[in-house]
């Protein structure tokens, strides 16, 4: 197996596992929500922002140094050590958000119309930088909201 093949596998399982830690912490969101309609105050909501982001960004990177492929040549690897931690994870999220609107079907759904995968699948292109108004995640809200049902 060549060592691009390699890369690309450990590219893909990182994508998985950002999903998977996005998805997780979707369900800790649940409670940042609770939080801010009960909260008596803007500061207090702002600092569990704060540390639910920070909580984000440190099992980022503890996901992107557990998945770092162990390079076939000592100069490949120091390559790949020369840059920053937070700008090949910004990629790997870029890769991963392209890999989702990639997947997407025309009617907004990912897989077989699963509107909870669907969900899962919007939420990481909004946490990944997309705007609610941009066309994946447009269509993604028009498809849950055709699907919803009434209770």
Known sequence: MSSGSKIAIVVAIAVVAIVVIVGGLMVAGVGLFWFRATARDETARHEAIAALEEAMAQKADEVAAQ?????????????????????????????????????????????????????LCADALLWSGKAAKDGPVGRAIAFLLKHQKDD
């Not at 994870?89 to 669907?118: D, F, H, M």
Request: cysteine-free; proline content about 8%.
């Open 67 to 119: 998945a770092a492929p162990e390079a076939v040549e000592p100069e490949v690897a120091a390559a790949s050590d020369a840059r920053p931690l937070a700008e090949r994870r910004r990629e790997a999220i870029a890769r991963g958000a392209a890999y989702l609107v990639k997947e997407q079907e025309p009617a907004g759904s990912w897989g077989q119309g699963n509107v909870g995968i669907t969900a």
